[in-house]
């Protein structure tokens, strides 16, 4: 009886074993491929000098719609 619960017990813990590994991998797989892609993203998306020079022409129109209405309550 325990001659065949032995061989049992190691094929079901043997098989578990690589259905882990098989999952492990796909996992450490999808995550580099999403690592990637945010990469590739952050990128191309937009710069950072892109980006500051985008906000610097949005605060001096802000700040000379501010000016008028000033001029305006004054």
Known sequence: ??????PVGVA?????SVLIRSLHTRVHE???RIDKFELRVAEEYVSVH????ALDRVEGHMIRIEDKLDKALS
């Open 1 to 6: 009886m325990i001659e065949t619960l032995i």
């Open 12 to 16: 079901m813990a043997t098989g578990f």
């Open 50 to 53: 892109t980006f500051q020079t």
């Open 30 to 32: 999808l995550d580099q």
